[in-house]
């Protein structure tokens, strides 16, 4: 009896500590993924027009640093980014929402790259916003014929590749349309459409066999919904290797039915299956002045919303999202988490009156002068009837993994909290021994260069920098000797 009271002290104590410990954690405990290279993505269109409105990220020191670096060193592995044709007006001014042409997601691609991160690259096939109830073709391509449209298609698609690869990209994926539901670039009938995937699927396959493509829907809830795109892809002899699909609780069901509707592909057809976005509140408070999509007045209700709008709670979501793909098997490819930095240009909580109006003057001009908002209203000229009525701001500026002012939040790590590594591990076995030590002592050398959650498990004492301190201290817990580090502990 003493013997076990003694050992439930330890673990309340253990359990007390490891809240103090400088892991950052929102969650713990490891996913076993039945697919080994399960993505933990983040789609991050919009960061090149927030840094040039002047928004900076921060660490969990409170430093300053590279968005890129923040988010591989908090376990995302993977980076989403939409691509349209020509998001300008005729006077080159930006339609917004990141302005996100093919330059800015070669440069992405780039930046993913330095970090180790692949990238997903999501063609629109449109000037702008594409989803179900907007699937307008690219102003260029508004007056061609079918045949014409796929011939531009294949074009444009494996001249992007070329360009955003040449910038030193490392593209793992391809995205043949975006929310492509009801229709693809101004065409609404599933046989116009699967030629058009065809042609865009040719297009990866020219550029590197090896890169997968996937096509992209959304509204699993719907009854028989995902069972009749996939149906109707292998009618038409649809070439592709993912089939993914939107999921947001506050409109997609439940997540049992979200495994169901993807297992019937993965099981049928033997496609991998993708949720290409997802997403959560932290918060229901608004940072910018621009009403979001979720909010006290709005999808802030419903049966499926299982988590508190807290970055805990963000995390939860993030995780049972991912442990959904995970129960399809081996063909759950993974998860991206859409727009996760996408935070306000200017903080406008506790304002009110003159200075309220002041800030929110502020952000409008430099929503407009860079696209930093979901829309400007220069993209009245391509879509006068939604984005031209309704631009402005970040609509999910509290759906971020960043507060107003750009620091990290600790939801972030849920990323890396799935994997299960531990701190000292810097041979990634799960255990702690001397080749923990050597590693370490070679990445010191600078013999080897380690990805970044291997980087940061070899830190243990958390001052930024691998060296013979951090090997030390691994050497004396392996001694035996107590350490002021958390070493064995999970991230």
Not at 8 to 23: E, G, H, M, N, R
Not at 214 to 234: I, M, Q
Request: proline content about 3%; hydrophobic content about 35%.
């Amino acid at each position: 009896m003493v013997k076990k009271a003694f050992s439930a002290v330890l673990t309340v104590l253990a359990l007390i500590c490891s809240a103090f410990l400088p892991s950052f954690a929102a969650q713990s405990g490891k996913i076993d993924f039945n697919n080994p290279d399960f993505i933990r993505g983040m789609d991050i269109s919009s960061v090149l027009s927030l840094e040039q409105s002047g928004v900076k990220f921060y660490d969990e020191r409170d430093s300053e640093s590279d968005l890129f670096k923040i988010l591989a060193y908090h376990g995302v592995n993977y980076i989403r980014v939409r691509v349209w044709n020509d998001p300008f007006d005729g006077n080159g001014a930006g339609y917004g929402g990141g302005n996100c042409d093919v330059q800015s997601a070669a440069e992405i691609g780039r930046r993913a790259a330095k970090y180790g991160m692949k990238l997903l690259v999501d063609f629109h096939y449109s000037d702008f916003w594409a989803d179900p109830k907007k699937q307008q073709a690219p102003k260029k391509w508004q007056n061609y014929s079918l045949s014409e449209k796929c011939t531009a298609l294949y074009d444009f698609t494996l001249d992007s590749l070329n360009k955003i690869k040449a910038a030193g990209a490392d593209i793992g994926m391809v995205q043949i349309g975006n929310e492509t539901t009801t229709g693809i670039a101004g065409e609404y009938s599933f046989e116009s459409m699967s030629k058009l995937f065809d042609s865009g699927s040719r297009a990866v396959r020219d550029f590197d066999k090896n890169v997968l493509v996937a096509l992209h829907f959304t509204n699993p809830e719907r009854d028989g919904h995902v069972k009749y795109l996939a149906d109707s892809l292998n009618r038409y002899g649809v070439d592709y290797d993912v089939f993914a699909t939107s999921y947001y609780p506050f409109w997609h069901g439940s997540l049992s039915n979200l495994t169901t509707v993807l297992s019937y592909v993965a099981d049928t057809y033997g496609k991998y299956t993708l949720v290409a976005e997802t997403s959560y509140p932290f918060t229901l408070d608004d940072t910018d002045g621009f009403r979001n999509t979720v909010n006290s007045g709005a999808n802030s209700s419903g049966e499926n919303l299982l988590w508190s709008f807290t970055p805990q709670g963000q995390a939860d979501e993030v995780r049972a999202v991912m442990n959904a793909v995970n129960d399809v098997g081996e063909k759950g490819l993974g998860v991206f988490y859409w727009e996760g930095a996408w935070i306000t240009v200017g903080d406008t909580t506790g304002l009110s009156g003159s200075a309220y109006s002041a800030r929110y003057k502020a952000n409008s001009k430099l929503w407009e002068k860079y696209g930093s908002g979901w829309a400007s209203s220069f993209s009245a000229a391509y879509d006068p009837d939604d984005a031209g009525k309704y631009y402005g701001g970040s609509a999910v500026d509290n759906q971020a993994f960043f507060d107003a002012h750009g620091r990290v939040l600790s939801s972030l790590d849920v990323f890396a909290s799935v994997t299960g590594k531990i701190y000292g591990d810097a041979d990634n076995d799960g255990d702690i021994t001397v080749t923990d030590v050597t590693g370490v002592q070679r990445i010191t050398a600078a013999l080897v260069t380690p990805d970044a959650l291997t980087n940061r498990v070899s830190d243990v004492n958390g001052d930024g920098v691998v060296d013979i301190v951090d090997a030390t201290e691994i050497q004396k817990y392996i001694a035996g000797y107590k350490s002021d580090y958390p070493i064995n502990n999970p991230i």
